[in-house]
């Protein structure tokens, strides 16, 4: 089973400077067929479910604000948020869908300081 | 837009059954696998379970191997999960989950059903 791994656990950052979580896979999720990465990326508000941010560990979501990127390939990645904003106060997530069970990282808790 | 609606959550005792339904609004239900995420209260996300379109195909996190069965009604639109001797670690809100089509990120997900397992 591929265990993903993400840092740090919690993360606070001032309105507008830049925001940067990390996600390690214990296993490669680069599928080397088509050349793409097996990994997403969601936001979860209080009460709210999760929201899809990123996919192919790079891809923007359609309406997704574009302060908001995705990088990495095979085991390490990294979701930025460039000028954090009020509204960015989540918790976020890193999924691999490489293989079943698909998993989640553990989550990262991103505050205004 | 898409809806995806839980319902049958509830309280149960230690080995006790709960079957969870989710139903989607669109019509193109059938042609999406589905999956069952759950979270534990304050806690992360686990993927539990999943089902191809046709329902001929399914599979299982580790920890509801066993006591937990996936299905579905396309005719119905419906989704469900039959979850049998269950344990205090099933307490979660569970989500049903719909991929992209023909991948496994999710793009929708229900508003939840709580399951809380307690004597």
């Known amino acids: 089973d591929i265990v993903m791994t993400q840092s740090p656990e919690s993360l606070a950052v001032s309105l507008g400077e830049r925001a940067t979580i990390n996600c390690k896979s214990s296993?490669?999720?680069?599928?080397?067929?088509?050349?793409?990465?097996?990994l997403a990326w969601y936001q979860q508000k209080p009460g709210q479910p999760p929201k899809l941010l990123i996919y192919?560990?790079?891809t923007r979501e359609s309406g997704v604000p574009d302060r908001f990127s995705g990088s990495g390939s095979g085991t390490d990645f990294t979701l930025t948020i460039s000028g954090l904003q009020a509204e960015d106060v989540a918790v976020y997530y890193c999924?691999?869908?490489?293989?079943?069970?698909?998993?989640f990282g553990q989550g990262t808790k991103l505050e205004m300081k | 837009e898409v809806q995806l609606m839980e319902s049958g959550g509830g309280l149960v005792q230690p080995g006790g059954s709960l079957r969870l339904s989710c139903t989607d609004s669109?019509?193109?239900?059938?042609?999406?696998?589905m999956h069952w995420v759950r979270q534990a209260p304050g806690k992360g996300l686990v993927w539990v379970s999943r089902?191809?379109?046709?329902?001929?195909?399914?599979d299982y996190a580790d920890s509801v191997k066993g006591r937990f069965t996936i299905s579905r009604d396309n005719a119905k639109n419906t989704l469900y999960l039959q979850m049998n001797s269950l344990r205090a670690e099933d307490t979660a809100l569970y989500y049903c989950?719909?991929?992209?089509?023909?991948?496994?990120?999710?793009?929708?997900w229900g508003q939840g059903t709580l399951v809380t397992v307690s004597s």
């Open positions: 669109e019509f193109s239900f059938s042609s999406y696998w």
């Open positions: 989950v719909r991929p992209r089509l023909g991948w496994s990120f999710f793009d929708y």
């Open positions: 999924q691999q869908f490489f293989s079943t069970p698909y998993s």
């Open positions: 089902i191809n379109s046709d329902g001929s195909s399914t």
């Open positions: 192919w560990a790079s």
């Open positions: 296993q490669n999720v680069l599928y080397n067929s088509n050349n793409k990465n097996y």
